[in-house]
């Protein structure tokens, strides 16, 4: 009986733990699709400056972030989204859920970081460029030479060795596919897409992925980013990170404010500090490129040839054709393999 | 004389009646926990199946001036109606659909030196200029290379599209076959070996029996996605045993198979071994003495006696894999299934129209093999006999030895799959460098939210352990125990066996529809973790309501008369006797629920937040971006702690038993 009255004391007592949650001084919901091992650093760096606001991550790939907003349209969980695609957020804009702000020192970075309306609705910080990441022990164990462009992805000898991103829920695959319909033109870029389909083993969720299976030898080669490889490289795989001569697509890391948040002050705090020099260096310890004109070191296993092989990119393009591209890429590809008895 | 005939008919009928309300008031909340968290949300998501978006183009206004001034503004359906009707674009689209004014202009050329101006005709309708939302009806300017820009947008509506569309998308429909295919593969295998199994437990007398049940088990407290973890290293193109495979992928099929046969082992087994446990010795003793061959007697005596523990399995095996989703998504490649479809559609794309849609789909062979898995149960019951003698089998060299033989096969193959999880969690970069050490652990460099994950699943599986065992029993009593009312306790019967038909997938799908709209009163519980404790109750609400009630079946309804003419209210008898005798099965559904809610994945994967993550999400986001060493390392926490629960219970039912069943023993 006694054991009676625990149990129910102790439902009471869930119940009411399950409404509360601890506070510091502003905590602020930020979704994010940087990579995982990096967002640590980065709310570090900035607690270093503001240590009165807590943040509180979203990390999921590109894609999942992008949906999950658009799904909280019309109740938005975000206060700031911090390092999503440039084009996912031109989407949110389009659906007027971005609050324009002009951060503190944005005239300083490289205009084609910043969103064209004033005041802007989004702030870059670096890009990030599509990459082959090449396994050279599979390779040699498979017999086959290392690719150096998109078009030698064809080869018949690379069948059933390539995996890329699903670009329906990886921004990274997103970016392939519209650099090639921008790079080849639609029709050869369909093309191109039909053959590579038939060399390609599969299709993953996350556009880190294929890097990653690549590191570990499920594949000979994903097509990722130069970022997740240069990171695969300095963790011991046996992955060489090739730039393909054609070039490459590439998107920016942007962040924005999300309309009515209840938390404007800490977001712009944070979004002001999201542009400055310090962030900036911050950024640069994983990606080439970034938005602070000057701040730029080269990084460690990071393909030099990467930053000058970025295509023209037309990002409006891009994410008002992003649902009929996304749509026509299912429709052709999303059943790699039938059932079979 | 008078007096005490009087007073027991008078001063009953108060406290009956002061009773009485109660009993219906814990009727009421129950049923409306029930429909809030069930009913509910599943009619939302059937009505959120036919939102569809369509462009209305008389929504939109344009004029061109070609150089003498404005001409007259024309709608653009206007235009749609002289275009060529081969021509027209599709005018059904999803949320994010965007069509360009300039598919309707005739003659449009961006190089042209009209201008044009556009509007939306009505309030609420709206386009875009470039990536820039216009609403309202004012007009704007464009000239014509900035017109192209220009993009019409859909409003909400209602029909039957989406599923017009879900049966004319291929990719879609295909998953309907390929799901029906695994299943049914799967069955065949689960249901096959599970009876060998049982059969070797219950009618030889091989050793080790006892090990073979323990192991037998383990399936149950892993998430479904860690056999499919296994399978990657085992099979995968760096696997050790790739070359078993000559040459097929485990990617696919193969995979989701034999991952499938892995974790529904034991659901079949236990069904299949309370059959044959049933088996009556008398008959076989009567095909003995009537010098039947061993065969002669499986077919005629032992397979008859477990027929309906059989049919049950096979629909109970049906469902849990048309219905599982973390297993293909880890191991199925680009095979794709329903319960995956809905997570891409949902997850990946954001398409909730049709994740819904997906989700009626996918509950229709769900409800057909739960409505003939009840029909079955409800024969079986009449068929026991309170004469039966339970069979006690007898050595037989030859048997015995194969016997153990097949568990032994079957325990290596349940065993070896865990191994090879916790030998990938511990190793440092497969196949590169196999060195040990616990890099794997460190959760803060992967996604899945770390270590806060594992603990937020203690704790939830703990709620849901708490709370759920107290609204599922006393749900179960006013069922069983309560008098009259008959029409509002079969509806709340009904109700609480609703949930086994429905897919943990499409139970999370149908909450965010209901709990995460702005005009919902409950909205405050999306993103809680409340809400994932509902969802996971509810999501394993039949089994436990289902317990709970053959234990109240065992009590007399004797106690409730003893305690009406004792005048003792039905709390009393409810908390002095009812709760008390049933504490062993209370103990057996609260660890029922903790595990299940340790392992769920469907019925929370649309649902956690930032506060709430999960350990069992993180094994599916952590595979998902490739930390799959990481994911076999958490997915194996889940399993110890599991364990660990495991023991516990059977500690403290062991303690319990001696100290309140003591009456059991005389």
Redesign the interface.
């Known amino acids: 009986m006694k054991l009676t009255r625990r149990i129910f004391q102790a439902t009471a007592f869930a119940t009411m733990l399950a409404g509360t949650a601890a506070y510091a001084d502003t905590e602020l919901t930020v979704y994010s699709a940087v990579e995982a091992e990096d967002l640590q650093r980065y709310a570090e760096t900035f607690n270093q400056d503001h240590p009165d606001i807590k943040i509180n991550w979203v990390r999921d790939s590109t894609g999942v972030v992008t949906a999950k907003l658009l799904a909280e349209k019309n109740n938005p969980q975000a206060d700031v989204v911090w390092g999503l695609a440039a084009t996912s957020l031109m989407l949110l804009k389009t659906e007027g859920m971005l609050e324009p702000y002009a951060p503190k020192g944005v005239e300083i970075l490289d205009p084609k970081f910043v969103d064209s309306a004033s005041p802007p609705q989004w702030v870059g910080m670096d890009a990030w460029i599509a990459a082959i990441c090449f396994n050279t022990a599979e390779a040699a164990k498979a017999g086959v030479a290392a690719p150096t462009s998109w078009k030698d992805l064809l080869k018949p000898e690379y069948k059933g060795m390539i995996v890329m991103p699903n670009p329906n829920s990886s921004g990274t695959g997103f970016l392939d596919v519209s650099s090639w319909l921008q790079l080849f033109g639609e029709a050869e870029g369909w093309a191109y897409m039909d053959a590579l389909h038939a060399n390609a083993a599969s299709y993953t969720h996350s556009g880190s992925k294929p890097c990653k299976l690549a590191g570990a030898g499920e594949t000979v080669m994903g097509i990722s980013f130069a970022f997740r490889g240069a990171k695969e490289k300095a963790g011991g795989a046996p992955v060489e990170v090739i730039i393909p001569s054609e070039g490459v697509g590439w998107d920016m890391e942007a962040t924005a404010i999300i309309a009515g948040t209840s938390k404007l002050e800490a977001a712009k705090t944070l979004v002001d500090w999201s542009i400055s020099k310090k962030a900036n260096e911050m950024y640069n310890v994983g990606y080439a490129v970034v938005a602070y004109p000057g701040v730029a070191k080269p990084v460690e296993n990071y393909p030099p040839e990467a930053v000058t092989r970025m295509i023209k990119n037309d990002f409006e393009w891009a994410a008002n054709n992003r649902a009929a591209i996304l749509k026509e890429w299912q429709k052709r590809y999303d059943a790699k393999s039938e059932p079979k008895s | 004389m008078a007096e005490s005939a009087i007073a027991p008919a008078a001063r009953p009928a108060l406290a009956i009646d002061r009773d009485r309300i109660l009993q219906l008031v814990f009727m009421a909340v129950i049923a409306l926990y029930l429909i809030l968290t069930l009913a509910w949300p599943l009619y939302t998501m059937l009505s959120k199946s036919m939102t569809t978006y369509r462009f209305n183009l008389a929504s939109f206004e344009m004029q061109v001036d070609a150089g003498q001034g404005w001409q007259p503004a024309r709608k653009i359906s206007e235009l749609a109606a002289q275009l060529d009707p081969a021509k027209l674009p599709k005018l059904t689209s ?5 069509l360009a004014v300039v598919d309707f202009v005739p003659g449009y050329s961006f190089r042209g030196t009209e201008v044009y101006r556009f509007r939306n005709a009505e309030e609420g309708a709206f386009h ?1 200029a ?4 216009i ?1 309202g009806t004012d007009w704007h300017e464009y000239p014509a290379n900035e017109f192209r ?1 220009v ?1 019409m947008r859909p409003a909400p509506s209602r029909g039957l599209d989406n599923y017009v569309t879900y049966f004319s ?3 879609l429909v ?1 998953s309907i ?2 799901s029906l ?1 695994i299943a049914a593969i799967t069955t065949a295998f689960t249901v096959v070996l599970a009876f060998g199994f049982a059969y070797a437990l219950a009618m030889t007398v091989m050793p080790f029996k006892g090990a073979f049940r323990l192991i037998v088990m383990i399936p149950i407290l892993v998430p479904s996605l860690l056999p499919g973890i296994a399978l ?1 290293y085992m099979f ?3 696997g050790f045993l790739t070359p078993l495979l000559m040459g097929h992928s485990i ?3 193969i995979g989701i198979v034999i991952g499938s046969v892995f974790f529904s082992f034991p659901h079949a087994f236990i069904i299949i071994a309370t059959a044959l446990s049933l088996s009556d010795a008398r008959l076989h003793e009567a095909s003995i003495a009537l010098k039947a061959s061993p065969w002669k007697r499986f077919i005629s005596v032992t397979l008859p006696g477990a027929r309906y523990g059989l049919i049950s399995a096979i629909f109970v095996t049906f469902t849990l894999v048309i219905t599982d989703f973390g297993l293909p998504k880890v191991i199925g ?4 299934v329903l319960a995956v479809d809905i997570y ?1 559609q ?5 398409n ?1 129209e049709m994740g819904a849609v997906v989700s009626v789909v996918l509950l229709i062979p769900a409800v057909i093999a739960f409505a003939v898995d009840r029909i079955v149960q409800r024969r079986q019951q009449s068929t026991l006999s309170a004469r039966s003698v339970p069979f006690a089998p007898t050595p037989n060299a030859f048997a015995d030895r194969m016997a153990l033989l097949f568990c032994i096969m079957v325990a290596v193959f349940i065993a070896g799959i865990l191994l090879v999880c916790q030998f990938a969690a511990l190793v440092k ?5 196999l060195s040990f050490g616990l890099r794997n652990y460190d959760f ?5 939210g770390g270590w806060e994950a594992y603990f937020n699943s203690m ?1 939830m599986a ?2 849901v352990a ?2 759920g ?2 609204i599922v029993f006393i749900g179960a009593y006013i069922v069983e125990k309560l008098q009259g009312m008959k029409a509002g306790r079969s509806l709340l019967h009904m109700l609480a066996i609703m949930p086994l038909a429905v897919p943990g997938m499409v139970l999370g799908l149908s909450y ?1 529809f209901f709990f ?3 005009a919902n009163p409950l ?1 405050f519980l ?5 809400i994932l ?1 509902i969802s996971s109750i509810t999501h394993f609400y039949t089994v436990s309501h289902l317990t709970a009630v053959t234990a109240l079946k065992q009590l007399d309804p004797e106690f409730e008369s003893v305690s009406a003419s004792l005048k003792q209210p039905a709390w009393r008898l409810f ?2 006797v009812t ?2 005798v049933c ?1 062993p099965p209370l103990l057996d559904i609260s660890i029922y629920l903790f595990v299940n809610a340790m392992t769920t994945v469907s019925a929370v994967v649309f649902l956690y ?3 709430t993550k999960l350990a069992s999400v993180a094994v599916l ?1 952590m595979d ?5 060493a990481s994911a076999a390392a958490m997915g194996m926490m889940i399993f110890y702690t599991n364990v660990t629960a495991r023991g516990l219970h059977y500690l403290a039912s062991r303690g ?1 038993l001696r100290r309140t069943q003591a009456w059991r023993a005389r």
Not at chain 2, 130 to 133: A, D, E, K, M, Q
Not at chain 2, 526 to 530: E, F, K, N, R
């Open positions: 999803g949320t994010d659909g965007r875009l470039g990536s820039l939302r609403t820009k993009m998308t291929p990719t295909n076959s390929n295919f990657v995968g193109k760096q990617y696919g099929p490649g680009q095979f794709n891409k949902v997850i990946g794309q954001q909730f970069l497969w196949p590169y460098d803060s460099r992967t996604d899945g704790r703990l709620y708490l709370a065992t107290g965010i995460n709209d702005p909205n999306y993103g809680t973790m409340a404790v908390s002095r709760v008390p504490m937040s930032p506060a986001n998902d971006a490739g930390d799959v319990l």
